[in-house]
C-alpha cells in the first residue's frame, strides 16, 4: 500500500476561527483524568503473547503526514500478516502508567471484524479509538474526539468506514421498508439516512452509502470551529477512509 494512497490526502477547512487553549489547570485536570495511573494490560489477542514488541524509544509522528504513513504502514503489515504487534512489552505498559502521547484518533464503527489496533498493526497507546455504529455522531463521541484533539494534540483524525456495515445495511432496509427499528437502533439508522445513496438500488445502495456516510461525519468533524481552526493552522488533518474485510485494505474516501 502506497503511502500517499492508503488513507487519504488532508482536507481543507473553510473556518477560520481561531483555536482559544484550554488554561493549565484545565489541560491538567483533563489529561489527569485520563491518563492516571491506570495499567494498560489489553493485548490483541487474549492468553497469546505478542509476536514482537518495538522499542519503547520509537518516535511517535507528530504531523498529518507523519500519522498517515505510520497508518499506512500498519496496514500494509497487517494485510500482508507481517504484523510486528508494536508496544506491548512490559517497559511499555509501565511508561504508559504516567501519560499517553497517541499519534492518530479513528473514529470506526463497533464492527467486531474491524478492531483499529489492530487493523494498523499498532500498539498500546498508539491510537485512541472511538466507536460507534455507524460511526454515528453524537456529544459523547465529538466530546471524545475533541478531547484527543485539544488535549493530547492528536494530530490526525481516521473517520473509518467498513464493508458491509450492518448499521447502514439497517438505515437503508429501514428507509425503503418504512418500518420502525427496534429501541435505540432507529436513533442510528436516523442519523445515518440522510446520507442514503437512492440513485443506486439492492446491494449497490448499501455500498454506496457507506462511503457517503464517511464523507458526511467527516465534513460535520471538520465544522466544528474548534478542529476547523487546528485543520487550517495545518496541526490536524481529518481524512476518510474505508476499510475492506474482503482485502483487509484501507484505503481513501476523498
Known amino acids: 500500500m502506497n503511502a500517499d494512497r492508503s488513507v487519504g490526502a488532508q482536507p481543507t477547512a473553510s473556518a477560520r476561527t481561531r483555536f482559544a487553549p484550554a488554561s493549565p489547570a484545565r489541560r491538567a485536570l483533563l489529561r489527569a483524568g485520563l491518563t492516571g495511573a491506570a495499567a494498560l494490560g489489553a493485548t490483541a ?9 518495538t ?7 507528530g504531523t498529518p503526514e507523519e500519522a498517515l504513513r505510520e497508518l499506512a504502514a500498519g496496514n500494509r503489515r497487517w494485510r500482508t500478516f507481517r504484523q510486528q504487534h508494536p508496544n506491548e512489552s512490559p517497559a511499555v505498559r509501565q511508561s504508559l502508567t504516567s501519560g499517553q502521547h497517541p ?12 478492531p483499529p489496533e489492530l487493523v494498523f498493526d499498532q500498539g498500546l497507546g498508539d491510537l ?21 484533539v485539544l488535549e493530547l494534540d492528536i494530530p490526525l483524525v481516521l473517520v473509518l468506514g467498513h464493508q458491509s456495515c450492518g448499521a447502514v445495511k439497517a438505515a437503508v432496509a429501514a ?3 418504512g ?3 427496534p429501541a435505540h437502533i432507529q436513533y442510528i439508522a436516523d442519523r445515518i439516512a ?41 496541526e490536524l488533518a481529518i481524512v476518510g477512509a474505508r476499510y475492506e474485510l474482503t482485502t483487509q485494505h484501507v484505503h481513501p474516501v476523498t
Open 45 to 53: 489477542a487474549l492468553g497469546t503473547a505478542p509476536a514482537s514488541a
Open 55 to 61: 522499542p519503547t524509544s520509537r518516535r511517535r509522528p
Open 103 to 114: 499519534f492518530a484518533l479513528v473514529l470506526g464503527c463497533i464492527d467486531s471484524r474491524v
Open 128 to 148: 485512541m479509538t472511538v466507536r460507534s455504529a455507524g460511526e454515528v455522531l453524537d456529544e459523547a463521541v465529538l466530546g471524545s474526539v475533541a478531547y484527543g
Open 175 to 177: 428507509d425503503q421498508s
Open 179 to 181: 418500518e420502525q427499528l
Open 194 to 234: 440522510p446520507n442514503i445513496d437512492r440513485t443506486k438500488e439492492g446491494d449497490a445502495r448499501v455500498d454506496s452509502t457507506i462511503d457517503a456516510n464517511v464523507r458526511a461525519v467527516r465534513a460535520a468533524l471538520a465544522a466544528e470551529p474548534d478542529l476547523a481552526a487546528k485543520v487550517s493552522s495545518g
